[in-house]
DNA sequence: CTTCTTACA
DNA sequence: TGTAAGAA
């Protein structure tokens, strides 16, 4: 089948079928014309590529990984499996304790804080310096 | 109409 | 990743 296809089978973009074969995750075969032709088994390798990804591993890793799911080695993956979720946990901690520093200051704070009447009404305080532009980034800029 | 590559946002 | 452009 083609890329089209494929994309279709399995949800994922054309381009990034383009992209998983630049980063040696899939290798089609290819026709005359240089279109690419992937198989059937392609497709759920595909959905494999996209459980990795979902499971936070990059693409060099996953490539190592790969093999071992075709010739059954299982070994090699659980061990990345577990190097993942202690890699994971090891950053839950971080959080954790960013979390419990938050949690300090804010009672170190005078009771009342956090609104103060303007006006007549309520307004929250303003910390145009201290907001990151994206409250999901780990430190604030 | 689909795919390919290359390049840019 | 998406999209544009030009060719096949």
């Not at 992937?38 to 996953?62: N, Q, T």
Request: charged share 30%; glycine share 10%; with cysteine.
């Amino acid at each position: 089948m083609r890329i089209g296809e494929l994309a279709t089978l399995s949800g994922v973009s054309v381009r990034a079928l383009r992209y998983y074969e630049e980063q040696g995750l899939l290798a089609p075969a290819r026709s005359a014309s240089g279109q690419r032709i992937f198989g059937e088994g392609d497709r759920a390798e595909v959905l494999r590529i996209r459980a990795l990804l979902a499971a936070g591993f990059c693409s060099s890793v996953i490539r190592g990984l790969l093999p071992a799911y075709r010739d059954g080695g299982t070994e090699r993956i659980r061990s990345a499996i577990a190097a993942a979720r202690a890699r994971l946990e090891t950053e839950r901690r971080a959080i954790d304790a960013e979390l419990d520093a938050l949690a300090g200051l804010e009672r170190e704070l005078a009771p009342d804080v956090g609104v103060r009447v303007h006006a007549g009404r309520h307004a929250a305080i303003e910390c145009s310096e201290a907001v990151a532009p994206d409250h999901r980034d780990r430190r604030l800029r």
